[in-house]
């Protein structure tokens, strides 16, 4: 089956401005919130007892953010980008860990505790 010339004119005119709003945009653009978000995350993070308890993942979601940063400012905004991205997730795994750490020896905390309390009801009273 074949268009009319206009409407294949019309067609092929709309698959390429499509593409072009679709790379040309998000490639050409800084991405500032991305980097914003990587920011705060990294700052949630830094207030939580990630530095404490997952050390590691929170320096890379630091060395990320920077390496965002630095892209961001050599305008290689795909970089900026995805490393912002990394960042994010890199900065919610640390505090992740760090709040699953804190659990942990909370709950050990708690067996301790029980445990004392287990002992000194099974001693046996002074008459």
Known sequence: M??????????SLSVVC???GVTGC????PPEAAVAQADL?????????APTYAPTEFRVAQEKTLGAHQ????????LARRLAEQAV???????ARAEATAAEKNA???RRTM???????NRPSVP
């Open 71 to 78: 892209a961001m400012s050599a305008e290689d905004y795909d």
């Open 26 to 29: 998000s490639a050409g653009r």
């Open 18 to 20: 499509g593409v072009l």
């Open 89 to 95: 997730t890199d900065a919610q795994l640390a505090q």
């Open 2 to 11: 074949r268009f009319p010339s206009h409407i294949q004119q019309w067609f």
């Open 115 to 121: 445990q004392a309390l287990r002992s000194e009801a």
């Open 41 to 49: 995350a990294v700052r949630q993070a830094s207030e939580s007892k």
């Open 108 to 110: 050990e905390e708690v």
